[in-house]
């Protein structure tokens, strides 16, 4: 599978944006997907997952609340709605497939990856 994330840009805080990570392939729906980011010089974060059929999510603490994963095989997409959104949230994000479609809580299990899509926070 090969993965293309879109939909950053520019938002003041408290507004919403919506990412999508578009996937090739037929075997999409075998697989667990994720959302990470990366803000300059901080360590990479695991931002949110979700199982194969979508039954199982996982948001990170820093985002609960206020982000939402969800998922739609029928279009190979997943999506990070995120609220509310605030400064720290600035960063690149980016989507991942593990193979393993139950495992969506297991960061190493990430292997494949898409490009990073910016998201900028301005407060």
Same mark, same amino acid.
Request: hydrophobic fraction near 35%; include cysteine.
């Given at each position: 599978v090969q993965l293309q994330a879109?939909?950053?840009?520019?938002?003041q805080a408290g507004g919403s944006l919506r990412l999508s990570c578009a996937a090739s392939?037929?075997?999409?729906?075998?697989?667990?997907m994720?959302?990470?980011r990366q803000a300059p010089g901080k360590e990479r974060e695991f931002v949110g997952g979700i199982s194969w059929s @979508?039954?199982?999510?996982?948001?990170a603490d820093s985002v609960k @609340?206020?982000?939402?994963?969800?998922?739609?095989?029928a279009k190979n997409t997943v999506y990070l709605q995120m609220n509310s959104l605030k400064p720290e949230d600035t960063a690149v994000y980016y989507c991942a497939a593990a193979r393993s479609g139950a495992d969506y809580l297991l960061e190493s299990l990430y292997t494949v990856w898409g490009q990073g899509t910016q998201v900028t926070v301005s407060s």
């Amino acid at each position: 599978v090969q993965l293309q994330a879109f939909g950053g840009g520019l938002v003041q805080a408290g507004g919403s944006l919506r990412l999508s990570c578009a996937a090739s392939g037929r075997t999409f729906s075998r697989y667990a997907m994720g959302w990470f980011r990366q803000a300059p010089g901080k360590e990479r974060e695991f931002v949110g997952g979700i199982s194969w059929s @979508g039954g199982g999510t996982y948001v990170a603490d820093s985002v609960k @609340g206020r982000f939402t994963i969800s998922r739609d095989n029928a279009k190979n997409t997943v999506y990070l709605q995120m609220n509310s959104l605030k400064p720290e949230d600035t960063a690149v994000y980016y989507c991942a497939a593990a193979r393993s479609g139950a495992d969506y809580l297991l960061e190493s299990l990430y292997t494949v990856w898409g490009q990073g899509t910016q998201v900028t926070v301005s407060s």
